[in-house]
């Protein structure tokens, strides 16, 4: 077997070296643009300013189709909105990219069944990511401004990304399901590449999956 010279072994270090260094710069550079963007704009639910909507983002729905744990959180904190009078409708947008996998559908369900009108609730089928979601609520819904609903670990890119997309977006994150540790902690790692895709998204301002026609569901929801 042929031997790697001692030349070509230098390169591969310092390409390494090199690619490691930018994958590092990228991760900072991802985290400052987005904690600088939700600074001032994240807030506890009792403190979070009124808005017309509360923007809840998708997680994942179990094969029984109950909520995971994050996901009834984020939902948690959106009937306190609507029940303290801070928001009048609640736009959930997740993935129902498979037929049998609806996350909207499964949060439409949670909030009917914890005392939220059926008027109140509208549906985005299409939110794949944060700024899918974001870019869809601006662009198909018509929300100027809202409340946008996730973990404590997500909160400052989802409000960072409505923001750069033209929303006036305050944010509310949730803390209790930092008891599931390793699920908490390898959501946490996720967004150090999460930020710099959220800097890429919002630099490039691609257009989400999905967009098509103006929808009124959040008018008609805020006006009822």
Same mark, same amino acid.
């Given at each position: 077997m042929k031997l790697i010279s001692s030349t070509m072994f230098r390169r591969l270090v310092v390409a390494g070296c090199l690619a490691t260094a930018g994958a590092v710069l990228a991760m900072a550079a991802g985290?400052?643009?987005v904690r600088h963007g939700a600074e001032g704009h994240v807030y506890a639910v009792a403190d979070v300013p009124a808005a017309p909507v509360a923007l809840v983002l998708g997680s994942e729905v179990y094969a029984d189709?109950?909520?995971?744990?994050?996901?009834? =959180?984020?939902?948690e904190i959106a009937r306190q909105l609507y029940a303290d009078g801070k928001v009048r409708a609640i736009l959930v947008s997740g993935d129902h990219r498979e037929w049998d996998y609806n996350e909207p559908g499964m949060m439409f369900r949670w909030l009917? =069944?914890?005392?939220?009108?059926?008027?109140r609730i509208v549906l985005d089928h299409a939110g794949f990511d944060t700024y899918d979601s974001c870019a869809r609520a601006k662009e198909i819904f018509g929300a100027d401004t809202l409340t946008v609903v996730t973990q404590s670990y997500h909160i400052d890119r =989802?409000?960072?990304i409505?923001?750069?997309?033209g929303i006036d977006a305050n944010g509310v994150g949730d803390d209790t399901v930092r008891t599931y540790h390793n699920a908490w902690y390898n959501s946490e790692a996720r967004e150090r590449g999460a930020v710099v895709k959220a800097l890429f998204d919002v630099v490039s301002r691609r257009d989400p999956v999905f967009l098509g026609p103006y929808e009124t569901g959040v008018d008609q929801a805020v006006a009822s």
């Open positions: 985290d400052l643009f189709g109950s909520p995971s744990p994050f996901l009834a =959180a984020r939902l009917l =069944a914890h005392g939220v009108p059926t008027e =989802a409000v960072t409505c923001r750069e997309l």
